[in-house]
C-alpha cells in the first residue's frame, strides 16, 4: 500500500485553464503539506494542513487554493495557470506538527503548462 | 527566517569512494534537521534526521552530526555504490510555531560512476 498518492501523476494543460491535484495519506496522520519543485530542484512549501485546518499559507498566488476535507486527504485546486506553474508538486504528511517528525512524501505531480 | 546552505553539485565520485555533503542552517529557533534523498522520477524519501545537539542519524551507510557550535549537519558516508546516485536534501523544521514546514537547502546532485 502506497503512504502517500497523488494523482494524477503527469498533468499537462493549456495556459488559462483550472486544474486539480489530489492527495491522500493512509498514515493515520494529522498534518498535510503541499511543496513545490521548480526546474532546479528546489523545494518550497506552499500550504498545510493539521486537522482539517489551514496552518500554513506561504506567499503562494491566491489563484492556488488548498482544501481538505478530511485528515487523510488535501487537493490542491489551480485557477487560471500560467507558465510559471510549471513545476513537481509534492504532498507530504506527518504524525503531528512537531518539529521531529518525519515528512513522508508522496511521488509529484508534474505539471507542465503550455 | 531559517535558511539551509549546501554544497553546490554536481559531485562526481567513483564507486567505493569518501562522500562528505556539506549543510550548514540558520534558525531562529532549535530546529530538527533532516537529509532527503531524491532518485530520478521519485518523491523524497528521509535518509536520516537528527532532533537534538550532537545527535547522529545514520542510515544504509550514512551518517550526519547534529552540530549545534557550527550550525551544520554534513552527510558522509565511508563508501559510495553506484546506487547511491542521487539528489540529496538538507532541510530543517521549527516546529508548531513555524508549521512544522521544511526548509530546504537547494540539493546536491550525486554521481557515482564505476
Known amino acids: 500500500d502506497t503512504a502517500v498518492s497523488q494523482t494524477p501523476k503527469y498533468l499537462v494543460t493549456q495556459m488559462g485553464n483550472d486544474k486539480s491535484i489530489k492527495c491522500e495519506q493512509n498514515?493515520?496522520?494529522?498534518?498535510m503539506y503541499w511543496y513545490k519543485q521548480d526546474s532546479k530542484k528546489f523545494l518550497k512549501i506552499m500550504f498545510s494542513?493539521?486537522?482539517?485546518?489551514?496552518?500554513i499559507n506561504e506567499t503562494v498566488p491566491n489563484r492556488f487554493s488548498p482544501k481538505s476535507p478530511d485528515k487523510a486527504h488535501l487537493n490542491l485546486h489551480i485557477n487560471s495557470l500560467e507558465l510559471g506553474d510549471s513545476a513537481v508538486y509534492f504532498c507530504?504528511?506527518?504524525?503531528?506538527?512537531?518539529?521531529?517528525?518525519?515528512?513522508?512524501f508522496g511521488p509529484g505531480t508534474r505539471l507542465t503548462v503550455l | 527566517g531559517n535558511s539551509v546552505t549546501q554544497m553546490e553539485g554536481p559531485v562526481t565520485l567513483s564507486e567505493e569512494a569518501f562522500l562528505t555533503i556539506n549543510c550548514t542552517y540558520t534558525?531562529?529557533?532549535?530546529?530538527?534537521l533532516f537529509w532527503y534523498v531524491q532518485y530520478p522520477g521519485e518523491g523524497l524519501q528521509l535518509l536520516l534526521k537528527?532532533?537534538?545537539?550532537?545527535d547522529k542519524g545514520s542510515n544504509k551507510g550514512f551518517e550526519a552530526t547534529y552540530r549545534k557550535e557550527t550550525t551544520s549537519f554534513h552527510l558522509e558516508k565511508g563508501s559510495v555504490q553506484v546506487s547511491d546516485s542521487a539528489v540529496y536534501f538538507c532541510?530543517?523544521?521549527?516546529?508548531?510555531?513555524?508549521?512544522?514546514?521544511?526548509?530546504f537547502g537547494t540539493g546536491t546532485q550525486l554521481k557515482v560512476e564505476l
Open positions: 534558525a531562529t529557533g532549535y530546529p530538527s
Open positions: 507530504a504528511s506527518s504524525a503531528t506538527r512537531t518539529r521531529t517528525d518525519t515528512q513522508y
Open positions: 537528527a532532533t537534538k545537539a550532537d
Open positions: 494542513y493539521n486537522n482539517k485546518e489551514l496552518i
Open positions: 498514515l493515520g496522520h494529522d498534518t
Open positions: 532541510a530543517l523544521s521549527d516546529g508548531p510555531g513555524g508549521g512544522n514546514k521544511l526548509t
